[in-house]
């Protein structure tokens, strides 16, 4: 090679290599993790092979890899009949949207998601503004309490709700949109499955009263594999069952906004080994049928550190489930469980400890008679509650320490 080209070269590597460093922090770009800063300081975004924006609704067979980063550029729906497979250690990032255009990934009914991360590489939904890559587990940039920066992931089913008729539409998505609608007839539906996957910053409203949670699942049928699942800094509740018939296990809601845990309409499968740390509002709403049809759902195993939470349980007199093995802790004056049940009332209701505040009396957190089923205990002396090592290694609640607790 002759000197000057070798010279030219060398520069040409020097001016790619200075555009190409971190600082633009547009949450817009739709291929942000090629963020360059020019010399002036404003932002350049140069097109990237390894980043793929998706803007159409998803009708056919369609797999997401590893190797790239996808970005959410509006509400994106697996229509029915179409199945989105998402390979383990893939980030999604999901651009900014408002109101009505508000970004998630919807599972229409009749569509599916497989998404199946691993311990080592778990698949993360995450907003744009958020600098983490591939290999990575915690965020870089954003904290563990930012949150509404996107919607979330919503699954919707054929298993049966107990609502105003078998089929309506779910919160978070625009009546204009069909793909909303969730419920049937079918319990075994199957919408896929998904495992060891992180969803954060996410639960923007689209109206007042209207908002989309960390993960939705509506009218999911019990086919639906779901396990090991974060949800991290949602606006709205870390997870809502809207009927259906479908188990979730191993389960981590951190930073919820609203809700940590929120069931309606009968919703008749089983939670099983969960944290909860920190909600907004409630630790569990746990609602009755809005409709005729009734089922009962299990919610056991599980350990909950209040923290700022507004309150421990908040029941309907109509709730119906079987409520077992909780620990709760990080306790302040004002929080309760608020009543029992007067309708239905719990099938089995056994084995709940507390590590009370200092000072703190049993009945003025635990309520209307589930005083009887309760006992205070030394912190770290509980004996039920979730198995944490599950959920340690690949969580970023787990590798930022936040679980050592538990």
Not at 35 to 55: F, L, P, Q, R
Not at 342 to 350: E, H, K, N, P
């Amino acid at each position: 090679m002759k000197k000057t080209n070798l010279l030219f070269a060398v520069l040409f590597l020097v001016a790619v290599t200075s555009c190409q460093k971190k600082g633009c922090t547009d949450p817009n770009a739709t291929n942000y993790n090629t963020e360059a800063e020019k010399d002036d300081g404003n932002c350049e975004y140069a097109t990237d092979e390894t980043t793929v924006s998706i803007t159409d609704n998803i009708t056919t067979n369609t797999t997401w890899t590893a190797d790239k980063v996808y970005i959410l550029a509006s509400r994106i729906s697996v229509e029915s009949g179409a199945e989105l497979t998402i390979e383990a250690g893939t980030i999604i990032k999901a651009q900014a949207g408002t109101g009505p255009n508000s970004t998630a990934l919807l599972i229409a009914r009749g569509g599916k998601l497989f998404a199946n991360g691993t311990a080592d590489s778990p698949i993360i939904f995450t907003s744009v503004a958020d600098e983490i890559m591939p290999g990575e587990k915690a965020s870089p940039n954003l904290d563990p309490t930012l949150d509404g920066l996107w919607g979330g992931l919503i699954i919707l089913g054929n298993a049966p709700i107990s609502a105003s008729s078998n089929a309506i539409q779910i919160e978070g998505v625009p009546p204009s949109d069909a793909n909303g609608l969730y419920g049937g007839s079918d319990a075994t539906d199957n919408s896929g499955s998904i495992t060891y996957i992180s969803i954060r910053h996410g639960g923007a409203n689209i109206g007042e009263g209207n908002e989309i949670n960390g993960l939705t699942l509506g009218g999911v049928g019990s086919g639906t594999v779901i396990s090991n699942i974060e949800v991290v800094a949602n606006q709205d509740d870390g997870i809502e069952f809207f009927g259906g018939t479908v188990n979730v296990s191993n389960l981590i809601i951190w930073n919820a906004g609203d809700d940590a845990i929120d069931t309606d309409q009968a919703w008749s499968g089983t939670l099983n080994n969960f944290i909860v740390i920190n909600p907004g509002d409630e630790c569990f709403e746990l609602d009755g049928p809005e409709g005729s049809a009734s089922g009962t759902h299990t919610i056991t195993n599980g350990s909950i550190y209040a923290g700022n939470a507004q309150g421990l349980v908040d029941l309907d007199d109509n709730s119906n489930l079987i409520f077992t093995n909780q620990y709760f802790f990080g306790l302040a004056a004002g929080q309760d469980f608020d009543q029992m049940p007067t309708v239905d009332g719990f099938l089995d209701a056994s084995n709940f400890q507390v590590t009370l505040p200092v000072g703190g009396v049993l009945t003025d957190f635990f309520k209307g008679g589930s005083d009887a089923f309760t006992i205070e205990v030394t912190e770290g002396t509980n004996t039920v509650g979730a198995d944490a090592s599950v959920l340690t290694g690949w969580s970023w609640a787990g590798i930022s320490g936040n679980l050592s607790g538990f």
